[in-house]
């Protein structure tokens, strides 16, 4: 964190396709600069992946191929030199199997794991764990096909299975996630980064977060556009692969008397990679 003057305009820079809308200063308030750099990281390949099923919040292990990915992935993070303070995970199995890979091939000192159950994945109610079926069968209504545990794939936003999540439900948990994780992040005080740079010993300016999320598709997918919406800029995001990683840096200015809430002010969103999984052009099954 530091403090600095305000930039005449400050204009959000995204690699994602996108309409950029910039964010003008007023020049006359002085500003708090905070900034942060996460790694949003899907799972390794899943047990319900390989079903296939409706793996939502089923609590799936990951495959043996799976558990490769991961170890692909923390082994080249460890080459890259990548260094997380905190890895904040899903609390479903097959997302912190792939945090402790990633933690075990990272540098000393080792980031600290925390699960939060808000990164879970979309869930699919009733369907979850059922064969994953792509088109409804004909001559059959919705209901009749879900007492005989059919489920076929909803192409809507707010549509949902009984008892599960929609589209829209989980940008509203993005959202959420965004205002109590995200942004007290990039401020150095949620609580794990206060607890890491205390055993750190970092006592003055905290340096920049630089922390991974370990989560799901349908989640990170909805994380993006949720910042994106925070920054007034459009993307779109299509499959996220297994393991595979998108960077992102948020860059976030309050004003020095500032009278609204840090959750509720624009952010500077750049995002610098975008669904790398290199590590996985050796690995066979």
């Not at 899907?42 to 919040?57: D, T």
């Not at 043996?64 to 303070?85: I, M």
């Not at 994953?132 to 809507?156: C, N, W």
């Not at 977060?209 to 989560?215: K, M």
């Amino acid at each position: 964190m530091s403090l600095s003057p305000p930039p005449v305009l400050a204009i959000n820079m995204c690699s994602s396709p996108g309409t950029q809308i910039p964010h003008k200063a007023d020049s006359t308030v002085r500003y708090l600069d905070y900034e942060g750099t996460f790694t949003l990281i899907r799972h390794g390949e899943s047990k319900g992946n390989v079903r296939p099923v409706w793996a939502g919040q089923s609590n799936d292990e990951l495959s043996d191929h799976g558990k490769k990915q991961a170890e692909a992935l923390g082994k080249s993070f460890k080459e890259k030199g990548k260094k997380f303070e905190v890895i904040y995970v899903s609390d479903l199995s097959r997302a912190k199997q792939t945090a402790d890979a990633i933690r075990q091939w990272h540098a000393e000192p080792k980031p600290l794991l925390k699960e939060d159950r808000n990164l879970r994945e979309i869930s699919f109610g009733d369907a979850d764990g059922k064969p994953y079926v792509a088109e409804a069968p004909s001559g059959k209504t919705l209901e009749e096909l879900y007492s005989q545990d059919i489920f076929p794939h909803i192409r809507d936003r707010n549509g949902r299975f009984p008892n599960g999540e929609s589209k829209d439900d989980v940008a509203k948990r993005a959202e959420k996630v965004i205002r109590e994780l995200i942004i007290p992040i990039v401020k150095g005080e949620e609580e794990y980064i206060k607890k890491k740079r205390g055993q750190e010993g970092v006592k003055e300016s905290a340096p920049d977060a630089r922390v991974a999320i370990v989560s799901h598709g349908v989640f990170l997918r909805e994380l993006l556009y949720a910042l994106h919406r925070q920054n007034a800029s459009l993307a779109e995001y299509k499959y996220l692969d297994t393991t595979g990683w998108t960077e992102v840096k948020i860059q976030l200015k309050v004003p020095e008397n500032a009278t609204t809430k840090p959750e509720s002010l624009p952010i500077n969103l750049e995002v610098t990679d975008i669904n790398r999984s290199e590590h996985l052009k050796e690995l066979k099954r």
